[in-house]
C-alpha cells in the first residue's frame, strides 16, 4: 500500500518567514495530494490539493509543489503569522487505493 | 464548518464498556472515512464505507465495528474497551471515492 513520509516533525519560524513542508510518497500511482491544518481541538481541514497533471498550485500565501518523477510534494507558506501555527498533515491518494493515506504531521509554530 | 457532525464531542467511559459514536456526512457525500488519532500519532485509517457497503479496511480491531445507513449517517461502535482506546475519532466524507475528503471536529473518547 501507499508510505507517506513527511518532514520536518516540528517547524519553528518567526512570523513573517516562509515555511516548507516535505512529503514523499511510494506508490506511483497516486495522482491526489491534499493538505490539511489541524487547529487545536478541531478536525483536519482540507487547506489546499494538487492533482497529477499539474506542477504547483497557489492560494494566497500556500502554494504546493508536485515533482512525479521524484514522488514528492511540499507545502509552502509565504510571510507566515501566528495564526498559522497548527498542525499540517500531507495524504496521497490514488492508483489503487480509495483511502487517504496520511503523513505523520508537522507542528508548526509561528513566533510573532 | 466542513459540513460534517460528529457526535458526541467528548465521551468518558469506563473499561469493559461500549460506546457508539455517530457521523452525519456533508449533503450529498455517499464516502464515509472513519480515522484514529492518538496523541502524537497522526490520523490512523479504520475503515471506509460507500453508499452503504464498506469499501476498504484499514488497521481496525476486532472489537470495533461500524456500518452506514440508508440516510448514509455511519456510527462507530467500540465495545470492551481498554485504556488504550483513548483517542480523538474523527470521521471524514467525500461526495465520491477519490475526491476531497471533509473532516468532522471529532469525538474525544477518554477511557478510565
Known amino acids: 500500500g501507499e508510505n507517506v513520509e513527511q518532514h520536518p516533525s516540528t517547524l519553528s519560524v518567526q512570523e513573517g518567514d516562509s515555511a516548507v513542508i516535505k512529503c514523499t510518497y511510494s506508490?506511483?500511482?497516486?495522482?491526489?495530494f491534499p493538505w490539511y491544518k489541524q487547529e487545536l481541538g478541531k478536525g483536519p481541514q482540507l487547506i489546499i490539493d494538487?492533482?497529477?497533471?499539474?506542477g504547483e498550485k497557489k492560494d494566497q500565501r500556500i502554494a504546493v509543489t508536485l515533482n512525479k518523477t521524484a514522488k514528492h510534494f511540499s507545502l509552502h507558506i509565504t510571510e507566515t503569522q501566528p495564526e498559522d501555527s497548527a498542525v499540517y498533515f500531507c495524504?496521497?491518494?490514488?492508483?489503487?487505493?480509495?483511502?487517504?493515506?496520511f503523513g505523520r504531521g508537522t507542528s508548526l509554530i509561528v513566533h510573532p | 464548518d466542513s459540513g460534517v457532525t460528529q457526535t458526541p464531542k467528548h465521551l468518558i467511559t469506563a473499561t469493559g464498556q461500549r460506546v457508539t459514536l455517530r457521523c452525519s456526512p456533508r449533503?450529498?457525500?455517499?464516502?464515509v472515512y472513519w480515522y484514529q488519532q492518538s496523541l502524537d500519532q497522526g490520523l490512523q485509517f479504520l475503515i471506509q464505507?460507500?453508499?452503504?457497503?464498506?469499501?476498504a479496511k484499514g488497521n481496525i480491531l476486532e472489537r470495533f465495528s461500524a456500518q452506514q445507513f440508508p440516510d448514509l449517517h455511519s456510527e462507530l461502535n467500540l465495545s470492551s474497551l481498554e485504556l488504550g482506546d483513548s483517542a480523538l475519532y474523527f470521521c471524514?466524507?467525500?461526495?465520491?471515492?477519490?475526491?476531497?475528503?471533509?473532516f468532522g471536529q471529532g469525538t474525544r473518547l477518554t477511557v478510565v
Open positions: 494538487i492533482r497529477s497533471n499539474v
Open positions: 495524504a496521497a491518494l490514488g492508483g489503487g487505493s480509495y483511502i487517504p493515506t
Open positions: 506508490d506511483s500511482a497516486s495522482n491526489y
Open positions: 471524514a466524507s467525500s461526495v465520491a471515492e477519490r475526491a476531497e475528503a471533509f
Open positions: 449533503s450529498g457525500d455517499l464516502s
Open positions: 464505507y460507500y453508499n452503504g457497503e464498506e469499501r
